[in-house]
């Protein structure tokens, strides 16, 4: 099993950048697919949850009207589009993914990425 991020970097308050998470070795349309952050000293936080089908999509507070989260099943990829960054959105960003009947995520445990960093700031 893997998800590997990519497309964090350094960017500018008010720029956007495109986070991708590639995912294998697993079936992904089974999965619901979500971003976390992680800023400096504090605690992992959930930024936005796609389900398996793209059917209901949730944001934090603290992202929305600004981060778009969607998913290409057949890539195995999922994205998060965030516009407008702030200088309070520097994190490091992973992927999670998460079968979508719970009790198979109980018993099987979450999926991790190893993180991407997103630095905002001038």
């Known amino acids: 099993v893997q998800l590997v991020e990519s497309g964090g970097g350094l960017v500018q308050p008010g720029g956007s950048l495109r986070l991708s998470c590639a995912a294998s070795?697993?079936?992904?349309?089974?999965?619901?697919m979500s971003w976390y952050r992680q800023a400096p000293g504090k605690e992992r936080d959930l930024v936005a949850t796609i389900t398996s089908r793209g059917g209901v999509i949730n944001y934090a507070d603290s992202v929305k009207g600004r981060f778009t989260i969607s998913r290409d099943n057949a890539k195995n990829t999922v994205y998060l589009q965030m516009n407008s960054l702030k200088p309070e959105d520097t994190a490091v960003y992973y992927c999670?993914?998460?079968?979508?009947?719970?009790?198979?995520?109980?018993?099987?445990?979450?999926?991790w990425g190893k993180g991407a960093l997103v630095t905002v700031s001038s």
């Open positions: 070795g697993f079936t992904f349309s089974s999965y619901d």
């Open positions: 999670n993914a998460k079968h979508r009947i719970e009790v198979v995520s109980r018993a099987q445990g979450d999926y």
